[in-house]
């Protein structure tokens, strides 16, 4: 039961995660840019006297090499491609380490936005540990059930549902 309960919440953390902040948007936008930017290295060093960079898959590791600074892959000779390596090292920097801060961000800061779905979460984790609760938490979530029962039968009646 328990692992069933742990599942359900990081299937829940990854469904925020994708559903409400950058991430996934951005990875997609990262992965694209830096296919690009491989097939623009690639082209530049085509033909070029000395490079290292003599097939795509070369390009790619490059991108991988340049984008995570680990300077572990060679230098691209041409002029031309130097000069798209150094876009795409800052631009890929840039969207990379963004978009992490950006996640993180946005991932806590979200139940300050919308403190409702605190609420809820709350709610939920609750009726999730009930085995682990105990007889006055038990009460205080009854009350807290009983109360908000209470509160939607009155906004029922000022609407004038039913």
Do not use: C
Not at 77 to 106: E, K, M, P, Y
Not at 125 to 137: F, I, K, M, P
């Amino acid at each position: 039961m328990r692992k069933a309960g742990r599942n359900t919440r990081f299937r829940r953390f990854v469904s925020d995660i994708s559903t409400h902040t950058p991430f996934s948007k951005m990875a997609i936008l990262l992965v694209m840019l830096w296919l690009i930017f491989s097939a623009a290295i690639y082209m530049a060093e085509t033909g070029v006297p000395g490079t290292s960079i003599n097939s795509y898959g070369n390009a790619l590791y490059w991108g991988i090499a340049a984008l995570s600074t680990a300077g572990i892959a060679d230098t691209p000779v041409s002029g031309s491609a130097q000069l798209i390596g150094a876009v795409w090292i800052v631009l890929g920097s840039v969207l990379f380490f963004g978009t992490i801060v950006a996640t993180v961000t946005t991932y806590f800061m979200r139940p300050m936005q919308r403190p409702h779905k605190k609420i809820i979460d709350t709610i939920e984790y609750n009726l999730e540990q009930l085995e682990d609760l105990s007889v006055d938490e038990l009460d205080l979530l009854k009350e807290t059930v009983d109360t908000l029962i209470v509160h939607v039968e009155r906004l029922k009646q000022a609407r004038g549902d039913r």
